[in-house]
C-alpha cells in the first residue's frame, strides 16, 4: 500500500514562491503528478514526473513557471511553484500510479493520492 504524506503551501503574494513535497511511503520509483482544485473548479492536471526523473510533462497554465523534479534518494518528489499568480490559488493534490516509465497527465491513471495541501496566492 501506498501513502503520500505532502508539505509546504501556504499563503504568498503574486510573484512570489512556493515549494510542495510529497514523500510516498512503500515503494520508490513511481511516477508521481500533482493536481490542483480550485474552489468550483475540476480538479486539472499540473505537472508530472516518471519514476526515474528523466520524463516531465506540465499543464499549459503552468509551464515556464512551476517545475516538478524528485530526489530518489529521499524518496521526495517537489514541485517548485515561481511567479505564482492569483489563478493559482487551489488545493493541490499529490498523487501516484505504478508505472515507472510512463508520466501520466490524467487522473484515472493515478492510483494513490496525497491529502491536499492549500496554496494561496494573493494579489
Known amino acids: 500500500q501506498v501513502q503520500l504524506v505532502q508539505s509546504g503551501g501556504g499563503l504568498v503574494q503574486a510573484g512570489g514562491s512556493l515549494r510542495l513535497a510529497c514523500a510516498p511511503s512503500?515503494?520508490?520509483?513511481?511516477?508521481m503528478g500533482w493536481f490542483r482544485q480550485a474552489p468550483r473548479k475540476e480538479r486539472e492536471f499540473v505537472a508530472a514526473i516518471s519514476g526515474s526523473g528523466s520524463s516531465t510533462r506540465y499543464g499549459d497554465s503552468v509551464k515556464g513557471r512551476f517545475t516538478i523534479s524528485r530526489d530518489n534518494a529521499k524518496n521526495t518528489v517537489y514541485l517548485q511553484m515561481d511567479s505564482l499568480k492569483p489563478e493559482d490559488t487551489a488545493v493541490y493534490y499529490c498523487a501516484a500510479h505504478l508505472s515507472d516509465r510512463i508520466v501520466y497527465v490524467t487522473m484515472r491513471d493515478y492510483n494513490y493520492w496525497g491529502q491536499g495541501t492549500q496554496v494561496t496566492v494573493s494579489s
Open positions: 512503500g515503494r520508490t520509483l513511481i511516477g
